[in-house]
């Protein structure tokens, strides 16, 4: 069992930027892949980006591609989405989601375990 806890979103201008911290515990947290989506008001949820276990291979939505980067601490347990170059359109709730293997993947079915989430607004 994972239990994941985000934090770190927030209100920011469009040009702004915010770091959000997702902190696991239970399993061991450097054995699998954690991955970032997020789901925007009357739309579906959708991949963000991904991270393997030891941090050397990510993947991102086209949409964040050069804006953000995610990266992972695993002596601390904590994975990041740091966000530059914010847009209105990146307004939704983040979720933190860890996978059950080390593969990156950019599919929620590959996903067990899943925070509660972290509302991120950007004004426009």
């Known amino acids: 069992q994972v239990q994941l806890v985000e934090s770190g979103g927030g209100l920011v201008q469009a040009g702004g930027s915010l770091r959000l911290s997702c902190a696991a515990s239970g399993r061991t947290f450097g054995s699998y892949a954690m991955g970032w989506f997020r789901q925007a008001p009357g739309k579906e949820r959708e991949f963000v980006a991904a991270i393997s276990p030891s941090g050397g291979n990510t993947d991102y939505a086209d949409s964040v591609k050069g804006r953000f980067t995610i990266s992972r601490d695993n002596a601390k347990n904590t994975v990041y989405l740091q966000m530059n170059r914010l847009k209105p359109e990146d307004t939704a709730v983040y979720y933190c989601?860890?996978?059950?293997?080390?593969?990156?993947?950019?599919?929620?079915?590959?996903?067990?375990?899943w925070g509660q989430g972290t509302q991120v607004t950007v004004s426009s």
């Open positions: 989601a860890a996978s059950t293997t080390v593969v990156v993947s950019t599919r929620e079915y590959a996903y067990a375990y």
